[in-house]
């Protein structure tokens, strides 16, 4: 049939439209096929052969890809025979416009709806800061924006969703490390296939734990002889702040202070390895907004300057901690959301003193090339992958001002035309 002619109408302009269209549309499912049987022989030469080294048995393999395709609609995807590209919309709300990712909306739902599950949840709360030592705020700051308190739906298979990403994803080592832990998991009985549900990154449960950090971090807190980081509060609250405990959570500190930077402090001294003391960053000018002080006790401790928007943002002395947040989701945006969050639960709704500049809306691609850009004139931004990160940041910075413009430390349009 495809091959056919009627009345001469494939010569005409229409009949050849219709025909790329039918071709187009006959194509897809086979490429898809084409790409579903070299999953299947991936599966069973490839990833089998080491999930049974792994201890994992052939019953557990099965089961957990008993009916699982690929699934092509997932981000960040290399087809095989095709080479990565830098998309440029980006998946993850961490590294868009700053301000967006603050919406009162969104962060009111967590403040809020932390709060009314500070005193249903008191008692746990309580045992597990005294166990771990992480405040009970940040726990529900961390719980509320996961999953919304437990009350967001996981759509996807997480052996679908690890599956896809181990065959053809622009990080397969990573996904296969992954997939290989959550096939341990449903081995070892601490969770059966139809439970292993996730979101579209394949982390699990209502703390959205990656399988290496169920395995790693999930802990039994409730006493019932399981881990069950889906349904039981205490066991999602602990394993959280389990986790953080392994990434060196400081107790007795908090997360940082929003602060005001004169024009005399470079944007550019941003960033986790350039530390001063508190009474240091004092010493130059720096505030806390507000007009309080800082602690007696926290300005012979290290802390550092963290501006996620340059210039064009609320500006912050990040402490260790802050850190250790970004260790549950590689965003400065993200750990600052949670530690905003978490005041807001203890203190009430107040925003950030500082506004949110008309910054953004550049695609990922345009980053990633003033990324390169800064890179062949010997700055260190860390990595040419479209998001801008602390050492992008700071980057941009340096190159400002050695070329005598205004330090903004931040990406913008008519700095991506000056470095092409």
Known sequence: MAGRTEGGALHKPLGLVLFILLAVLLATPASAAKIDDQFRAWLQNDLWPEAKTKGVSKKTFDAAFDGIKPNLKLPDLVKPGEKATTPKKQHQAEFGSPGAYFAEKTISAVSSGGRAREAANARTLAAVEKRYGVPGEILLAIWGRETGFGAARMPYD????????????????FFRTELLAALEIVERGLAPVGAMKSSWAGALGQPQFMPTSFLKHAVDFDGDGRVDIWNSTPDVLASIANYLVHYGWVKGRGWGFEVTVPDTVSCSLEGPDRGKRISQWAALGIKRVGGKPFPASELKAEGFLLMPAGRSGPAFIATPNFYVLKEYNTSDLYALFIGHGADRIAHGDTNFAGEWGAVGGLYRSDIAALQRALEAKGY????????PGFKTRRSIGEWQEKNGRPATCFPDAALVAALK
Do not use: I, R
């Open 158 to 173: 997480a052996f679908e969703v690890l599956g896809t990403k181990a065959f053809m994803s622009t990080k397969k080592d």
């Open 380 to 387: 260190d931004v860390g990595s040419a992958d479209g998001l």
